[in-house]
């Protein structure tokens, strides 16, 4: 099974900063690695799917990059929705695994 | 709107079983394989299982094989997930979620989500 460690586990930040959101993985996953949003009391959304592409309807401040083991999610300008948790999936091996998650909290 | 609403939740005895359903709107639910997570508050969110489009292929995590069977009807546009032998870690908030594709080979990421509904296994 390959594990997802996410880093750092708490990210605080004030509104209109930048975020780099951090997901590496024990073993390869080439590209094959996706990134949700969950806000409380909310499923999870799809922000960005095989390492690089925004699903659709995801605002251009979110984008993300990496191969291999070491991924990252770029927030480039926090706005105060984004203030949630974010996880990283991989779908290169089974069973699909998914991080710990990274909490964004307002500074 | 595409939608996704899963049912069946409830509280259940350890070792019983409880039958949760996904019921797809607005989209041609028989195009798409379909996944169940869980999400729990310690152990985060867990993949359970996986089923293609027209039903003939599946996977799961080791954790639920041979207690869980995830099935489908694509005439009822409904996604099922049959759950056995319940035990306590099964606690959690289950989601059903749509595949971005049809097939378990492309298969692993999963766009619309429903709501959850929430299992606890306790006596």
């Known amino acids: 099974e390959i594990v997802l460690t996410q880093s750092p586990a708490t990210l605080s930040l004030s509104p209109g900063e930048r975020a780099t959101l951090s997901c590496r993985a024990s073993q390869s996953v080439s590209s094959y690695l996706a990134w949700y949003q969950q806000k409380p009391g909310q499923a999870p959304r799809l922000l960005i799917y095989d390492a690089s592409n925004r699903a659709a309807g995801i605002p251009a401040r979110f984008s993300g990059s990496g191969s291999g083991t070491d991924f990252t999610l770029t927030i480039s300008s926090l706005e105060p929705e984004d203030f949630v948790v974010y996880y990283c999936?991989?779908?290169?091996?089974?069973?699909?695994?998914f991080g710990p998650g990274t909490t964004v909290d307002i500074k | 709107q595409v939608r996704l609403v899963e049912s069946g939740g409830g509280v259940v005895q350890p070792g019983r079983s409880l039958r949760l359903s996904c019921a797809a709107s607005t989209f041609r639910f028989s195009d798409f394989a379909m996944h169940w997570v869980r999400q729990t508050p310690g152990n985060g969110l867990e993949w359970l299982a996986v089923?293609?489009?027209?039903?003939?292929?599946?996977n799961y995590v080791d954790s639920v094989k041979g207690r869980f069977t995830i099935s489908r009807d694509n005439s009822n546009n409904t996604l099922y997930m049959q759950m056995n032998s319940l035990r306590g870690e099964d606690t959690a908030v289950y989601y059903c979620?749509?595949?971005?594709?049809?097939?378990?080979?492309?298969?692993?990421?999963?766009?619309?989500w429903g709501q959850g509904t929430t299992v606890t296994v306790s006596s």
């Open positions: 979620a749509r595949d971005i594709g049809p097939f378990i080979s492309l298969a692993g990421c999963m766009d619309v």
């Open positions: 999936q991989q779908r290169s091996n089974w069973p699909l695994t």
């Open positions: 089923i293609s489009n027209d039903g003939t292929e599946k």
